[in-house]
């Protein structure tokens, strides 16, 4: 199984830029999350999603947009990148209830 | 908002030395996990906690979950240079979908 698989796992972006990130599972899990991570910030949930078809909002929503239009995957969109953005990114899933996520390998992301 | 507040946010020890790293949040959660990211990698699952007043060990690491379900702690005892790395604790508010972290508690142990 390859788990939790990310792309691309690095990125360089121009201010005003847009891109998209691609998180896919092959566990059938239900729940997916993106999050970033930050010095000293932790781990900042920016969207999740609880099924196919829905998305809602986490902690640090603003200038993200996500899709789940298939259950295996859920994209993450930068419409203008900021320098703000600059971050590690990373996705993660679990099954339904309170059970171990398994997360990504990451995406380091620069924006100049 | 919910929050999941974790104290301290970096630890130098000695090897040999123990080490504990505390977790809190603002509502009642109905899960506890505690996740370790070695430098350069992803979070990797620890444990899980569910019940109030929960102790869990896994050889020298004893994790507690509190009687009220808002705080944690992750104590190791003996610590090895083999234990560097932040630890996460992760919570999931009652009745939502979201999986909150904590800071994280990163740890550096000299040998």
């Known amino acids: 199984n390859a788990g939790v698989t990310q792309t691309p796992k690095f990125r360089v972006l121009k201010t005003g830029q847009s891109m998209t990130l691609l998180c896919a599972q092959d566990m059938n899990h239900e729940y997916m999350y993106w999050y970033r991570q930050d010095p000293g910030m932790g781990l900042r949930l920016i969207h999740y999603?609880?099924?196919?078809?829905?998305?809602a909002k986490g902690e640090v929503p603003d200038g993200y947009n996500v899709s789940r239009l298939k259950k295996q995957n859920f994209l993450l969109g930068l419409e203008s990148a900021a320098p703000s953005q600059t971050s590690v990114y990373f996705c993660a899933s679990n099954k339904q209830g309170a059970t171990e996520a398994f997360f990504g390998q990451g995406t380091r992301l620069t924006v100049v | 908002g919910q929050q999941v507040m974790q104290i301290p946010q970096y630890q130098h020890v000695q090897e040999g030395e123990d080490f504990t790293t505390y977790c809190n949040s603002s509502?009642?959660?109905?899960?506890i996990q505690w996740y370790k990211q070695r430098p350069g990698g992803h979070p990797v699952f620890l444990i899980q906690l569910v019940k109030s007043g929960e102790v869990k060990k896994q050889k020298r690491l004893t994790f507690q979950f509190g009687e009220a379900k808002k705080n944690s702690s992750l104590h190791i005892t003996a610590t090895q240079t083999t234990d560097v790395g932040t630890y996460f604790c992760a919570g999931k508010p009652s009745n939502t979908g979201k999986l909150i972290f904590g800071q994280g508690t990163t740890l550096q142990v000299k040998p």
């Open positions: 999603s609880v099924g196919e078809g829905t998305t």
């Open positions: 509502t009642t959660l109905s899960n």
